[in-house]
């Protein structure tokens, strides 16, 4: 937690917010849950995190270099007010750190906004933890054969990233109100789109 602004953003709040920054005033202003455990995907998600040390693959990680690894790591940082458990924490050979994230989830040619920046959440979160440099992550896509995915981490992303935290902690704080998903077709799949301004 950020002991000047009192909050403290989890990974999860921020891929909230990268689906709909609306989802923080309902969560965090308005105290509406989610009900989030009535959803197959969120529910098959956990028992895959829950699961994957013992259905895990090791080819992928000797490809990319890894020398090390730690498991379900939690860390948090009170200079950005972020807190999260990264499934994995890799040591590389070239003496940097990388986090590898478990999705329930197929790849689909590409690396989604949300998965991409929960890598940088976790990759800021290692930097100041270990104090080690971290320039790429891993996803591991459970769907499709255990598809690894390396994503580039820059200073740039560790900006915007800082920026999207402190836009959810003034959301919190002042009970905003933001603008709405950017595509409009994701209202359809919202689990507030009944009590939203603008939803479909």
Known sequence: ????TGVSVTASVLLEYLFCPRFIYYMNCLCISQNEHKRY??????E??????????????????????????FMASEKYGIRGVVDEALTLSDGTMAPLDYKYAEYK???????????????LLMRENYGREVRRGFICYTRSKN?????????NDFS????????????????????????????VDCCYRNICVGAI
């Open 147 to 155: 598809h690894l995915e390396e994503v580039a981490i820059t200073e």
């Open 48 to 73: 895959t995190h829950e699961d994957k040390e013992v259905d895990n693959v090791e080819y992928h990680r000797k490809r990319i270099g890894c020398v090390g690894k730690e498991v379900a790591v």
């Open 109 to 123: 040619g590409t690396v989604y906004k949300t998965h991409r920046y929960q890598s940088v959440f976790y990759g």
């Open 160 to 187: 915007e990233l800082q920026k999207m935290i402190a836009e959810i902690v003034d959301i919190t704080q002042r009970c905003w109100y933001p603008k709405g998903a950017q595509y409009k077709a994701q209202c």
């Open 41 to 46: 995907k969120v529910v098959k998600g956990r």
């Open 1 to 4: 937690m950020n002991t000047e």
